[in-house]
């Protein structure tokens, strides 16, 4: 099953949705075993090491030192990995805020990852801009 790659389309019909729990970026060393109790979202590996996305007190458990407390807002469109633009609109919407975020494509969703303290926020903006976006 094919994404949508409809720029518009995307917009119009990304649904954002806030996920419960509060998530941190860690990183391990290169060659370090991932901790057993981790139930880690997003391993990524680097040359410098593995970075992971965690809850964030399965990593405070695991005495790693989390960075960057985050809340995931997934945008519930089956984007297509070939997407132009939707990615780039949305960051552009929430740097008019200053708000950073880091961004996970996966196959069937984009997800957000914004400041914990700023999610509400994100997500009131992007449903704004699905508005904006009629089809």
């Known amino acids: 099953m094919a994404g949508e790659t409809d720029l518009k389309t995307l917009l119009a019909e990304m649904q954002p949705e806030l996920t419960a729990g509060v998530y941190v970026f860690a990183s391990l060393p290169p060659g370090a075993p991932i901790p ?3 139930h880690p979202l997003m391993l990524f590996y680097e040359h410098e090491g593995v970075t992971l996305i965690v809850p ?4 405070k458990a695991a005495g790693l030192q989390p960075t960057f407390r985050c809340r ?3 945008l519930n469109v089956h984007s297509s990995l070939e997407a132009v633009g939707f990615l780039a609109a949305i960051t552009a919407r929430l740097a008019t805020a200053g708000m950073g975020l880091n961004p996970v ?3 069937y969703h984009d997800h957000l990852f914004v400041p914990a ?3 509400e926020e ?3 903006m992007l449903e704004k801009l699905a508005e904006e976006s009629p089809l």
């Open 36 to 38: 057993g109790e981790l």
């Open 56 to 59: 964030e007190d399965e990593a």
């Open 72 to 74: 995931m807002l997934t």
């Open 105 to 107: 494509s996966a196959f």
């Open 117 to 119: 303290d700023r999610a």
């Open 122 to 124: 994100a997500v009131a």
